[in-house]
């Protein structure tokens, strides 16, 4: 019967030791996970901004925040914008009936192009034209030459018949 005592209470250091065995391991594991989730932590910690840092960034945002609302201060409203335009909205309206008569830029030069080149051709020709005589100033000048010779013959006849 000692002997059987001796061998359950083996049995049952042996159980004890498997399961403290295991529970080690486990501890283990578990310890590594949160070791692992620390470092991370740590890791994670060192890219966050400091309290001083966080101080000197935000000063200079405090201040223009400060200069935003001042500037937003002397913006005008929609309907401040509304009485200082309905003078004007008159002329507005004319304008746009204008635009809307008016020719495009690319459409006026489509249009007027040809007509530049048939100014351009009649230049040419009236400067041309200038250069020349016309029919009637030549047939003037031709009687004119011929009543020149017939003065010059005359006057040679009555030299010699003399």
């Known amino acids: 019967m000692l002997e059987r005592v001796e061998h359950e209470v083996?049995?049952?250091r042996q159980e004890a030791l498997e399961r403290l065995t295991l529970a080690k391991s486990e501890l283990e594991r578990r310890l590594e996970g949160m070791n692992a989730v620390r470092d991370q932590l740590r890791d994670q910690a060192s890219t966050f901004v400091t309290k001083p840092e966080m101080v000197a960034l935000h000063a200079p945002v405090v201040g223009?925040?400060?200069?935003?609302?001042?500037?937003?201060?002397?913006?005008i409203t929609k309907p401040e914008m509304e009485v200082i335009m309905s003078p004007v909205a008159g002329d507005v309206?004319?304008?746009r009936e204008?635009?809307?008569?008016?020719v495009h830029k690319v459409e006026f030069e489509s249009i007027t192009a040809p007509m530049l080149v048939d100014i351009r051709?009649?230049?040419?020709?009236?400067?041309?034209?200038?250069?020349?005589?016309?029919?009637g100033s030549v047939?003037?000048?031709?009687w004119l030459a011929i009543a020149g010779l017939l003065v010059g013959v005359a006057g040679l006849f009555l030299h010699f018949v003399k």
Do not use: I, P, Y
């Open 10 to 12: 083996a049995l049952a």
């Open 64 to 75: 223009d925040v400060r200069w935003l609302r001042e500037q937003v201060s002397t913006f």
């Open 93 to 95: 309206r004319w304008l």
């Open 98 to 102: 204008q635009m809307a008569t008016a």
């Open 121 to 135: 051709v009649l230049r040419e020709s009236k400067a041309l034209l200038e250069g020349k005589a016309s029919q």
């Open 139 to 142: 047939n003037l000048a031709t």
